[in-house]
């Protein structure tokens, strides 16, 4: 078994309710190498007692506290002062299955990855493992330009099976300062360096599902990953073309389907997408028509 380090990046705001069920998880790691960093992201419940009564008995758990910044700076804050050769990140109301740690870093030193994520499993609030569901990560490698597509049409990484290679992380720079989707901007952005990614199709952790965790996070989600594929192609002009092609694929799905941004979020949204005349003409027609009007009338368009 290799005895390489993993820094275990977890962020934190107000997760008193589940934080020692995820600590718990990673304490019970077959794996012993590892140190867990949790950012108090500027909690003002109990989080910070909780993280405390776990560091008088274990001293691989670090804790540092921030004024309230969301998840990227908050991993960023956990990257900066870890020591490990690899990177993990799991989230304040997540699990790993015990052997998580010890398969992914044998799968990416086999492999010779930069990036190894693994399938997973989603539970209800309470842990009733009779409602588990199993995601559809298969065993596959991902690098080159027919992975970008695939990324770019759809997030393939879930965040909390991630094990990293730290070299990678911090060439790759910063999460970026955004609300929901700083990991899948992260991964777009080092596979467009030319980093390689493994999956394996063993589940090795548990995502929790509950009101939190969805909804309104969900919805602002869908503006920032239009922005987010835009912003890759204009900064990777080979994928220019299939960027635009995409966004403007997820503009008519999630339009058609409902969702009803301001008319400002609309203008960004079909900024650069779709032929200028029609953002010209929706700009004019927003002084006369509601919104939801006007998407109709662009999903009729495009």
Known sequence: MSNKLVSVIMPAYNAQ?????????????????????????????????????????????????QQNSGQGPAKNAGIKISEGAYIAFLDADDLWLKEKLATSVAAIEASGADLLFTNYSVFNADLQTGNLSTMQVADATYEGRDSIILFLNYNQVPNLTVLARREAIIAAGDFKAIKVAEDYEMWLRMLGMGYGFKSIATPLSLYRMHDSSITAKDRHATYEIIEIIKGFGRANNEYLNEAKKIAGDKIKYWLYNGYNPTAEKFRVLIKGVFPQYLTALFNALSYLLPVHHLRKFVIRLC
Request: charged letters at 25%.
């Open 17 to 65: 309710k589940y934080i020692a069920e995820s600590i718990e998880s990673v304490i019970a790691q077959t794996y012993p190498h590892w140190e867990l960093i949790i950012i108090d992201d500027g909690s003002t419940d109990g989080t910070a007692e909780i993280v405390k009564r776990y560091q008088q008995t274990d001293s691989r758990i670090k804790y540092i506290f």
